[in-house]
Every structure is written in C-alpha cells, then in structure tokens.
C-alpha cells in the first residue's frame, strides 16, 4: 500500500470518526457518570445574560462554577428552585426551593434543610462575581439512574418506613429530575433561616441535560 492509498485510508477514517462525533453532538444525551459538566445561562429580568454557572458532577456531589456579571454589588442569596422554568421579569415560574427531602430553609435550621439551599455569592464594586462551592446533596446524575442506583431519594422512602423518619439521605438528589431544576439569584442575601430574607429574583438559569 503506497503512501497515497494510506493517505486516503487515513482520510476516509477521519470523515467516519466525524459523522460519529456529529450524531453525538446533536443527540440529547444526560450525563451519566461524572465528569461530564452543565452550562447554566443565567439571565435578568428583562432576559439579557449576567453570566453562566458552571455544573460539573464529582465523585462526592456536584461543583458549582459562577461567572457573573452585570449584578447589584453585595450579597445575593444563591439556590436551587424546583421547577426548571425561568420567566422574566419575577421568575416566580421556577417555584419554591428544591426540597426533595421536605425540609426547612436554611442551614440554620437543626433538622432537615432544602437540597436547593446554598452559600450567598458576592458581587464585587464592578458587577462581577467568581463563585466555586461543592455539594454532596445534589447530582446532575438523571434521577433515573439515582433511584436504580438506590442513592437520592431514599430519604423519602425512609421517612414512610416509620422509626426512622427523622433519618435523611445522605446521597444527592438529582437536579434532573421530572420538573427540571433552576439556578435563582436574589436581590439580597440570604440570612440562612427566613425563608423571605434573599428578597425578589433577580437572575435565572434552567439546568438542564446537554444537548
Ligand atoms: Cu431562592
């Protein structure tokens, strides 16, 4: 085989390799193991973008990666809502906070708090935010796959089983579960027990699979 026939084998190989790469783009596909890392747009009121959230599965939970911008100087309360619908302007679409384990808000609180309760981030003097926290409460892992594994919700099964009501999960919830999931950011900070204290919603982001 001369250089010119490897030359073309070779090409026909790469042309192959790329209509494979091309169906895998186009093809909506959840994550299903860690490593694989969500963009969440992030977007105001009147829906321009104030950045994007990173978020990406671990071996322990899920990191979160804020890049913000255009936002309040100051503390902003940072969660989890439970439906992944973000209209403008009050984004009051995206529900209450995810609270799969039916708990209180806020770390405060001495029982059970909601999975969708997070650190505040805070925006610096120029609009601008660079945020990293960890969770080993949620998963990007499709809710499916959490419940076959036996992890997620099996603080609600638990809760039925009687005795050990008062016991929770210690494995995430998953952010793609059947209503979706959103990122919120508030006008204020969250004080990590009123549920009220963060204020209006300022920003929304849908998590949703890649697609
Ligand atoms: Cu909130």
Same mark, same amino acid.
């Given at each position: 085989?001369?250089?010119?026939?490897?030359?073309?084998?070779?090409?026909?190989?790469?042309?192959?390799?790329? #209509?494979?790469?091309? +169906?895998?783009?186009?093809?909506? +596909? =959840?994550?299903?193991?860690? $490593?694989?890392?969500?963009?969440?747009?992030?977007?105001? !009121?009147?829906?321009?973008? #104030?950045?994007?959230?990173?978020?990406?599965?671990?071996?322990? @939970?899920? =990191?979160?990666?804020?890049?913000?911008?255009?936002?309040?100087? $100051?503390?902003?309360?940072?969660? %989890?809502?439970?439906?992944?619908?973000?209209?403008?302007?009050?984004?009051?679409?995206?529900?209450?906070?995810?609270?799969?384990?039916? @708990?209180?808000?806020?770390?405060?609180?001495?029982?059970?708090?909601? !999975? @969708?309760?997070?650190? *505040?981030?805070?925006?610096?003097?120029?609009?601008?935010?660079? #945020?990293?926290?960890?969770?080993?409460? =949620?998963?990007?892992?499709?809710?499916?796959?959490?419940?076959?594994?036996?992890?997620?919700?099996?603080?609600? +099964?638990?809760? @039925?089983?009687?005795?050990?009501?008062?016991?929770?999960?210690?494995?995430?919830?998953?952010?793609?579960?059947? *209503?979706?999931?959103? %990122?919120?950011?508030?006008?204020?900070?969250?004080?990590?027990?009123?549920?009220?204290?963060?204020?209006?919603? %300022?920003?929304?982001?849908?998590?949703?699979?890649?697609?």
């Amino acid at each position: 085989m001369g250089v010119r026939s490897s030359f073309i084998a070779a090409a026909l190989l790469l042309s192959a390799s790329s #209509v494979v790469l091309a +169906q895998q783009t186009t093809a909506p +596909q =959840l994550p299903t193991r860690p $490593g694989q890392t969500l963009t969440v747009d992030m977007r105001d !009121a009147k829906n321009n973008l #104030v950045g994007t959230v990173q978020v990406r599965p671990t071996a322990h @939970g899920t =990191l979160f990666t804020a890049n913000l911008m255009n936002l309040q100087p $100051g503390g902003h309360g940072f969660h %989890i809502h439970e439906r992944g619908v973000c209209d403008p302007p009050d984004f009051k679409s995206a529900g209450g906070h995810f609270n799969p384990n039916q @708990g209180e808000h806020g770390f405060d609180h001495r029982g059970k708090y909601h !999975a @969708g309760d997070l650190p *505040n981030v805070y925006v610096t003097a120029q609009g601008t935010a660079m #945020v990293e926290f960890h969770t080993d409460r =949620l998963t990007v892992l499709p809710a499916q796959t959490v419940a076959q594994t036996g992890a997620g919700m099996s603080g609600q +099964q638990t809760a @039925g089983q009687g005795d050990a009501g008062t016991q929770e999960s210690m494995e995430p919830y998953s952010l793609l579960g059947p *209503n979706g999931t959103a %990122i919120v950011i508030h006008a204020n900070p969250d004080d990590y027990s009123d549920v009220n204290s963060a204020g209006p919603r %300022i920003a929304c982001g849908v998590i949703k699979p890649p697609s």
